[in-house]
């Protein structure tokens, strides 16, 4: 893809990278509060990766 990107096209792209993110620290201390360690990308609910799956378009 080139470097040059129409506005919506941006768009698009940056919504499902905010998609990849893990959830925030604070996720886990609200449901599980100090008792219990958990990764935040458990909490996510939308797990893309660049290389696995591709957007549609």
């Known amino acids: ?11 698009v792209l940056s919504k ?13 201390l609200k449901k599980y509060a100090r008792g219990r360690q958990v990764h935040p990308s458990r909490f996510t609910a939308v797990k893309r990766s ?8």
């Open 16 to 28: 499902e990278a905010k998609h990849t993110r893990w959830a925030p620290f604070w996720v886990v």
């Open 1 to 11: 893809m080139g470097s040059r990107k129409v506005l919506s096209e941006k768009k």
């Open 50 to 57: 660049w290389r696995r799956t591709k957007i549609k378009d």
